[in-house]
């Protein structure tokens, strides 16, 4: 009886996951085009505004964490793969040994 929900919960947590890596990760990408696109002004603004440095800033921004999120996705399958594990105990991701 207990099958249904437990299936719901793992259901979800899949679709979070899904949502956060396979959808959030793009659309920051696209977020720091768009900021890139307002840092330089010029030709990539309708209005041909001044270029604004708060532009390139945010979408340095953006660019990090989808870096950083790559880099995190090849950590875990590396370690994975050397049957080890990533630990996010003490907020900074660490390979540790798996239990």
């Known amino acids: 009886m207990n099958n249904l929900p437990l299936a719901l919960e793992g259901a979800g947590k899949v679709l979070l996951a899904g949502l956060i890596l396979g959808a959030g990760l793009p659309a920051v990408f696209a ?3 768009r900021a890139l696109a307002y840092g330089v002004g010029g030709d990539a603004e309708v209005s041909h505004e001044q270029p604004h440095p708060v532009g390139k800033l945010l979408a340095a921004l953006c ?6 999120g790559i880099g995190l996705g090849i950590a875990i399958v590396v370690a994975s793969g050397f049957g080890k594990a990533v630990s996010f105990e003490h907020i900074v991701p660490v390979i540790v040994d798996k239990h």
């Open 63 to 68: 660019f990090a964490v989808v870096l950083g």
């Open 31 to 33: 977020l720091g085009i």
